[in-house]
């Protein structure tokens, strides 16, 4: 039942407190608070005045967006959100407190207008855009708008800060953002990971490129703490290596703009470069990446072809009509094994 005490948990957060509901038993919310995104509070501190504006893209049940709330008496939070059951969460979440300020947009952000698939795989969730308004089973469809375009919707005369985790549809977003980079050269938070990504059939070392070439800085969060500059293909491939061997291929980056002086008041939490590696490294990191995505890729189409298959077979009146005599032999089945 939504609503009660097991779906609702009050945080500590700066010098007050907030509530947020969800259902905090699930994997990725279990022991989630805001002391897990306290990598977050340095980057606050310089780039988020309280009376700026922040947008969290992908805002699940609304934790982040709260965080972004409470820092924020004068300023505007909005919070995008395209999941079904993650939406009844945050809008229980942004029904009191400093959430209350939240606006919540209930779509995906990519390229352009459209929609998506959102794919559930175990401990993942997966998007890819499509072009038309159909899912698969196992799938469920959601509307598709740029973030540019929620930017003008919401009449933001400032955008100071983005955080995005959207499960691979990243470089998307990323498509759909540039004039609010131009424009506003806000300051990013971009979950990293390299499994979501390669099932959207994204190189994770040509996005961390992709990356470096729109953004003047661009740094790793450390899970010991601290940021580490990627700068150069070396220090590039070092990234993923920690990617894919230390973080269990999540990672945090923070992504500056290019000329914005105010990252020197980051230095203090700095901790140096990647260890140089060889051109032999950067191959090799290239060649397993590659390996990744074919394996995971050649398994995501035929997962979709054993979806459409069964959904065919569950579609067809023989499998309906012998549906009651299956009933009945599972039932003497389970009666002899007890």
């Excluded at 407190?17 to 990725?28: E, L």
Aim: with cysteine.
């Amino acid at each position: 039942m939504r609503g009660n005490e097991r779906h609702r948990q009050h945080f500590q957060y700066r010098d007050g407190t907030f509530a947020v509901s969800g259902d905090f038993t699930k994997p990725g919310l279990t022991g989630l608070s805001p002391d897990a995104f306290a990598w977050l509070d340095p980057i606050l501190d310089i780039a988020l005045p309280p009376d700026g504006t922040a947008i969290d893209v992908g805002a699940n049940i609304g934790l982040v967006a709260s965080m972004l709330a409470a820092r924020l008496p004068q300023g505007r939070v909005v919070a995008i959100e395209p999941d079904a059951d993650n939406l009844l969460d945050l809008r229980q979440t942004c029904a009191a407190g400093p959430a209350a300020r939240i606006a919540i947009v209930p779509t995906a952000c990519g390229a352009g207008e459209g929609w998506a698939r959102l794919r559930y795989a175990g401990p993942y969730v997966s998007a890819q855009s499509v072009g038309s308004s159909s899912a698969e089973p196992g799938e469920r469809l959601v509307a598709v708008q740029s973030l540019d375009a929620v930017v003008a919707q919401q009449a933001l005369s400032r955008v100071d800060f983005i955080k995005i985790d959207v499960e691979g549809f990243e470089p998307a977003v990323l498509d759909g953002m540039s004039d609010t980079l131009a424009r506003h050269r806000p300051w990013v938070a971009m979950e990293f990971n390299s499994v979501t990504l390669i099932l959207a059939e994204v190189a994770p070392l040509a996005f961390l490129r992709r990356l470096a070439n729109t953004f003047g800085s661009v740094l790793l969060v450390r899970k010991s703490g601290g940021y580490v500059p990627i700068a150069g293909e070396q220090a590039m491939a070092q990234a993923l290596r920690t990617n894919l061997g230390q973080h269990g291929c999540v990672s945090d980056l923070i992504l500056v703009p290019g000329g914005d002086s105010r990252i020197d008041r980051l230095r203090p939490w700095l901790s140096g470069d990647f260890n140089e590696t060889t051109g032999a490294g950067n191959r090799q990191t290239d060649q397993a990446c590659q390996e990744l995505t074919g394996r995971l890729v050649a398994a995501r189409r035929s997962n979709a072809l054993l979806r459409r298959a069964l959904a065919q077979l569950e579609a067809s009146w023989s499998w309906r009509l012998t549906h009651p005599l299956r009933w009945a032999r599972r039932q003497a089945w389970r009666g002899k094994a007890s």
